[in-house]
Every structure is written in structure tokens, then in C-alpha cells.
């Protein structure tokens, strides 16, 4: 059995095969943690789960779990995930080898490793005791929200009951999951004076009581900020995903006041992505979640206010100050403000649709799913450029792909040479003058009924895979006409707005161009998805976000 000490309650454990190494980290951890944390060392996979459990039946809290890769039997990934199960808040730290770091980067998706350390942590005080800071930090602040037993008793075919669990995962709050129609969620239902015709229903770790909640009630109950600590900041960000946050990370850490508000939850666009592939620094993909967490916890620690499940409805101009109003009718002020709404991918509205996004049905980005098309035929909307570009580069794995168009030819609408490529592919088939009447599938897409346009004629084909390609619309409409926009809806900036000319938009009324990414209103930018002609990719999203930043600095110094 694992071996003990100490008499706090915390426990940090380690477990390492060999008994030398498992002695060594815990004598480290021991001197660096033993007077606020008791260390539990085990030599196995399995003594060191026993322990777990004996913790777990005694109430104690793990904090962080620093585990060997390579043990017989069980190695310490697969500890890793057993011991998710028990103490699903411990942070995770995998202890490899040089050689194995690959090993260890798998990990980093498969168990949401938070850390892998490199043997020897020689000096600790260099290697081993940032990272356990970091993560007892991170530990003690999810336990600070005290919100680890908040539940939500739903049902798996209500749309309120997803939305809100979807909301309080993208948010980072624990919370425990009843389905109405299970013993205990019928007990908790009763307790609360419900006949469960409303859901979900959530109940606060303090025992408060909240019936088919909206976002901004939510976020309020569970902890999440959603009023500002200020009536006036140097810079207000609009927009959570990563040009917000990015904005935010940078305005922060160079000694703005900054104060980034988010309809929703942080993260945007790129926390609904599963893996992202291109980001600079990590060849082995990053999962969105885990971008926005962290990004979002370096925004905090730089001291930006987050606002959470507060829409933005409103920007005036008042003199050198920058208003936002928000939908209940408030407004905080600012300096600067920083555009970085996004976009949204237009949905299809063929029945079927909307139930099964996600599960066979794709909006937007289809790189991150070209896995899935292995060996399958796939279907792809669109008669556009990132249709094109999407087939071809989908067509290396799928068994065949076929193109949906509603027009009569690609030419209108895609590149010459993005034709000439799917002309030549032998596993693309176009389809024009067609479109997706409904879809068809109980947990994932099953079927779809294709429609001709001009015969009128249907017919069902077999399909696992749909991905839609039909433009994305920037998420703009609040700003009417505060700020200059393209016949899109996407915010012009910079040079873009001084047109072939050279000269600066109308109503322009300082001597100088309007910076880089700076609207047709001096003080405020735009950057990432949001703004006309932009990547649509994360990395330059995070880029324009701390660019906006250095051009507030110039703005702010000049002003
Ligand atoms: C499924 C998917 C997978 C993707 N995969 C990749 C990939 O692998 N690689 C890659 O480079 N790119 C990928 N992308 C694209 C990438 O995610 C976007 O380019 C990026 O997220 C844009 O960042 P952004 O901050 O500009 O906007 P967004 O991510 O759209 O974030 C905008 C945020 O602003 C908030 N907001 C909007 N209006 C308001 C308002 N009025 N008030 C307050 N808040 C508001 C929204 O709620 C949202 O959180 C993917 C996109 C999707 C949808």
C-alpha cells in the first residue's frame, strides 16, 4: 500500500515504479509541499489506484498526480485515465524519458495531461516546482469557485438541458450530470418541488435552485464574473476566441486595464474545434478546450476582468471615450475598444440538420474531421473556394466525395484552378444544381435526401459524413452603423479603408490614416474573423489580437 505522510488533508501523489525515483520525487515534493500538502507515494499503477480510492472513500482531495510513464502492467497513462475517474479534478503530470516524449504528447489529448516532465527535474527549483506551482494554482482556483458538486438534472433530448451543460464545459465549471428519467435525478427533481416538465434544472453548490436558467443567470449562480469591477478601463476587448483573448492575454501583461466581455463563453470558434492541427507549437494538435483554457487562465493571471454570458448590443463615441452597452441596457467605457466578434458559419436549414451537427454534419472546418473520411463517401454544400479546397483536400482520405451545388456550374463562384483540380480528381463527383432536402440519422447522420432543382426529383443516399461550406457571417450586425463594414457585414480596417486613394474614410477626422487594424472610428480596432479580408485561422486571429494591442499603445501615446 501506498505510503503516507503528513497530516493536511490534500494529498499530492506520485507514483514510480522504481523505488529510488518514487522515493526521490516525493522527498522533493516533500520539501518544497509537505507542510500544506500530504504526499502519497505508491510503486505501482495499482497500489497507487487502491490509494485513490481509499482517498476518495475518506473525502480527502487529490490535488495533482505526478505519475511515471513506463511501468509494468499498467503504464502511467493508462493510471492516468483510471485515475481521472476517481479524482476527475487532480491535475495530471506524466514523468517520462526523453524517448518517450511522444508518448507524452498522445497524452496531452487522450487524458488531458496538463504537464509532462522531462527526467531528472534536476534542480527542482527549475523544473519541478513552476509546474507544481502552476498547478496547485489552478487547482485551487477551480476548488475557490467551491462549485464541484453544482448538478444539472436534465434529459439527453432536451435542447436547453445540452445548451446549458455545452455552456458550463466551455466554461470550465465542474458540475455532475442527471438524467430527469434516473433515480437520483427524480430525488433531486422532488427535493426541488419539480415535476421535471422544465429542464434542466441546476442546483448551486449552496443549494440554490435554478429552473431552465439563461446563460447570464448561470453564469452569475456558479461564479463565473458577469459584472464589471469598473465603470472605466483603458481597453475593452468585445469577444472571447482567440483575437479576444489573444487581445486580452497582451493588453493585460503590458499594463492596460483591460476588460474582455463574452457573450457566451471563451473560447469561440476554436473552443468547438476537437483538434486544432495548424497552431503554431503544436505538431501533435491541441484540442480547443485545452487553448482556451489555458489562454484564457494567462489572460487572468495578467489581471484582465473576463466577463462571461454578457452580450454587447451597442458602441457610441463620446468625446475620447468608447462606450459599450450591454443588452440589459448598461455600459462600461474605455480608451480603446477592440472588435473581436467573429463569425458565425451559415447553418443549412433542411430538417435534420440542426439535431445532427456535430454528429456527421460539419459546418466550417473540415480539416479537423478529414480523419473520420478514411475509406467512407463523403458529401460536401458548397460552390465556393473553401468548398473546393475542402474536397480536394479530403478526397486523399475519403473513398469518394461528392460536391453539392445549388448553381449550374462552379464557374461564378470558385478559382479556375481549384476547378481544374476536381475536373482531374478520380474520386470527386460534382453534383450541381442539387441540394440537401433533410437529413436523416438517430445518434449520427445516417442518410440524406438529395433534391434536383430543376426536375424537382429526390432521392435518399447512404451518408455518414457532411460537411457545409455555404460562408460565414460576421457576427457585426449590434454595430448598425458605428463603425464602416463591407456589403458582408465584415469590418473594414487600416488600409482597407482608405481605398485605392490613399485617403481616409469619411467623417475621418485625424490627420494621420487610420492604423493597421483601426476601424473608421479612431480608438477602435478590429481583429481575427471579425474584420474584412481576414485568415479565418486561429493563429492569425491570436496575432491581429496582440497587434491590435501595440497599435492601442501607439493610439493611447498619440492621443
Ligand atoms: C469547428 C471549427 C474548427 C476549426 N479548426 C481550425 C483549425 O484547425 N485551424 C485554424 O487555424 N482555424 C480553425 N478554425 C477557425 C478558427 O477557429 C477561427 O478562425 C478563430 O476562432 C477566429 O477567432 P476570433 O476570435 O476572430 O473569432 P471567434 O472564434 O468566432 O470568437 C468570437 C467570439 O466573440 C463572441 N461574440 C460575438 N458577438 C459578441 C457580442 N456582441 N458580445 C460579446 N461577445 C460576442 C462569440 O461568442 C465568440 O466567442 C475552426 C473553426 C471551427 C468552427
Keep these: 500500500m501506498a505510503q503516507a505522510a503528513g497530516a493536511a488533508r490534500t494529498v499530492i501523489l506520485t507514483v514510480d515504479d522504481d523505488p529510488g525515483v518514487s522515493r526521490a520525487v516525493a522527498r522533493d515534493l516533500r520539501r518544497r509541499y509537505g507542510e500544506s500538502y500530504r504526499i502519497v507515494r505508491a510503486e505501482s499503477g495499482a497500489t497507487a489506484l487502491d490509494a485513490l480510492r481509499e482517498l476518495k472513500l475518506r473525502g480527502d482531495q487529490v490535488a495533482v498526480i505526478v505519475a511515471d510513464y513506463r511501468m509494468p502492467q499498467m503504464n502511467g497513462i493508462e493510471f492516468l485515465e483510471e485515475a481521472l475517474d476517481v479524482h476527475p479534478g487532480a491535475r495530471r503530470v506524466l514523468l517520462t524519458a526523453y524517448a518517450d516524449t511522444s508518448a507524452a504528447i498522445d497524452a496531452i489529448n487522450v487524458i488531458d495531461l496538463d504537464y509532462y516532465l522531462l527526467k531528472p527535474w534536476d534542480p527542482p527549483e527549475e523544473k519541478l516546482y513552476p509546474v507544481l506551482d502552476d498547478l496547485l494554482e489552478v487547482w485551487r482556483s477551480a476548488e475557490y469557485r467551491s462549485v464541484p458538486t453544482t448538478k444539472v438534472v436534465g434529459h439527453r433530448w432536451s435542447a436547453r438541458s445540452s445548451a446549458v451543460r455545452e455552456f458550463l464545459a466551455r466554461n470550465q465549471v465542474p458540475y455532475r450530470w442527471y438524467s430527469s428519467d434516473e433515480p437520483e435525478g427524480s430525488r433531486l427533481l422532488a427535493a426541488a418541488g419539480q415535476d421535471g416538465l422544465r429542464l434542466p434544472l441546476v442546483i448551486t453548490a449552496d443549494g440554490t435552485v435554478l429552473v431552465e436558467p439563461a446563460d447570464a443567470e448561470l453564469a452569475a449562480q456558479v461564479g463565473l464574473a458577469t459584472t464589471p469591477a469598473a465603470r472605466f478601463y483603458d481597453l475593452v476587448v468585445v469577444g472571447g476566441g482567440p483575437a479576444g483573448l489573444g487581445a486580452a492575454v497582451y493588453g493585460a501583461s503590458e499594463g492596460l486595464r483591460t476588460v474582455l466581455v463574452e457573450r457566451s463563453a471563451t473560447g469561440g470558434q476554436a473552443g468547438q474545434s476537437s483538434r486544432i492541427e495548424n497552431y503554431l507549437g503544436f505538431p501533435d494538435g491541441v484540442s480547443g478546450a485545452q487553448l482556451t483554457d489555458r489562454a484564457r ?30 443588452s440589459d441596457g448598461s455600459a462600461i467605457s474605455a480608451h480603446c475598444v477592440i472588435l473581436a466578434t467573429g463569425v458565425s458559419y451559415r447553418q443549412l436549414g433542411a430538417p435534420g440538420l440542426t439535431e445532427l451537427t456535430g454528429r456527421g454534419v460539419y459546418y466550417g472546418s473540415a480539416l479537423t474531421e478529414a480523419e473520420a473520411c478514411q475509406g467512407q463517401d463523403i458529401y460536401i454544400v458548397g460552390g465556393a473556394n473553401s468548398a473546393g479546397q475542402a474536397a480536394m483536400f479530403l478526397s486523399r482520405r475519403a473513398k469518394s466525395v461528392t460536391l453539392l451545388v445549388r448553381g449550374s456550374s462552379l464557374t461564378d463562384s470558385m478559382s479556375y484552378y481549384l476547378i481544374q483540380q476536381i475536373e482531374h480528381a478520380p474520386n470527386i463527383v460534382v453534383r450541381t444544381g442539387t441540394v440537401v432536402e433533410a437529413a436523416h440519422g438517430t445518434d449520427h447522420l445516417e442518410q440524406l435526401t438529395l433534391r434536383e432543382v430543376a426536375s424537382g426529383r429526390s432521392e435518399m443516399v447512404d451518408a455518414q459524413l457532411l460537411f457545409v461550406f455555404i460562408g460565414a457571417a460576421p457576427h457585426t450586425d449590434w454595430l448598425g452603423a458605428a463603425v464602416l463594414r463591407d456589403e458582408r457585414g465584415f469590418i473594414i480596417a487600416g488600409p482597407d479603408l482608405t481605398g485605392g486613394d490613399g485617403h481616409p474614410p469619411a467623417g475621418w477626422e485625424l490627420d494621420r490614416p487610420p492604423y493597421h487594424l483601426e476601424t473608421s472610428v479612431p480608438g477602435v480596432f478590429v481583429a481575427g474573423d471579425a474584420r474584412a479580408e481576414s485568415a479565418k485561422r486561429v493563429a492569425s486571429a491570436v496575432g491581429e489580437g496582440a497587434m491590435a494591442v501595440m497599435l492601442v499603445h501607439r493610439y493611447l501615446e498619440q492621443s
Design 297 to 326: 487562465r494567462q489572460a487572468a493571471k495578467f489581471g484582465a476582468e473576463i466577463l462571461t454570458a454578457r452580450e454587447v448590443t451597442g458602441l457610441e463615441v463620446d468625446g475620447s471615450a468608447r462606450s459599450i452597452r450591454f
